[in-house]
Structure formats: C-alpha cells, structure tokens
C-alpha cells in the first residue's frame, strides 16, 4: 500500500511563493512519473506538472515560468515550488504517483491566494 502526503499549503498574499512538497510511503519502488494536479468547487482536476525519473517536466500553461517541479528518489519526493502566486491558482493541490500497476493521489493541501 502506497501513502502520499502533501504539505506545504496554506495563504500566502498575491505575488508571493510557496514550496509544496508531497512524500511517498508504504513501498519500496522507484519513482517513475509524479506530478500535481490542482482542483476548485465544481471544476474538473487539472495538471499543474508533471515529472518523470530522468528529470523531464511538463507544465501548464498557466503556471508555466513561474513554478518548478523538481524529484528526490532518495527521498520519495515530489516538489513544486510556485511564484508570482496569482488569486486564480487558489485550489486544492493533490499529488499523483503513477506506477505500472495503479495510479495512486494524495489527500490534497489547500492553497489560498489573497488579492
């Protein structure tokens, strides 16, 4: 059994940063594809990136140039780091491992924006 664990949310003000970081428990295994995925009331989730174990990363265009996702295997570690936080990248900010067999989630950590 796998556990994801965010941390990291909370209310920062408009243009400010966060650093969220998500660790994997519960089984010995080699991160292959993480990534973090956002979602708000009545909205389908949506990736905010993605990473894959050789270190390539993909973002949204709405975050693009302003976050960072980075991995620690040594760790079982997902990371993103977000500036030039904006009111509309307020959501619940979920963390997904995807491995061969099953795609597993976090339990979500909120993210308040203020104007």
């Known amino acids: 059994q796998v556990q994801l664990v965010e941390s990291g949310g909370g209310l920062v003000q408009a243009g400010g940063s966060l650093r969220l970081s998500c660790a994997a428990s519960?089984?010995?295994?080699?991160?292959?594809?993480m990534g973090w995925f956002r979602q708000t009331p009545g909205k389908q989730r949506e990736l905010v990136a993605v990473?894959?174990?050789?270190?390539?990363?993909t973002y949204a265009d709405s975050v693009k140039g302003r976050s960072t996702i980075s991995l620690d295997n040594a760790k079982k570690s997902v990371y993103l780091e977000m500036n030039s936080l904006k009111p509309e990248d307020t959501a619940v900010y979920y963390c997904q491992l995807v491995t061969p067999l099953y795609t597993y989630w976090g339990q979500g950590t909120q993210v308040t924006v203020s104007s």
């Open positions: 990473i894959v174990s050789g270190g390539l990363a």
């Open positions: 519960g089984s010995t295994f080699r991160l292959t594809v």
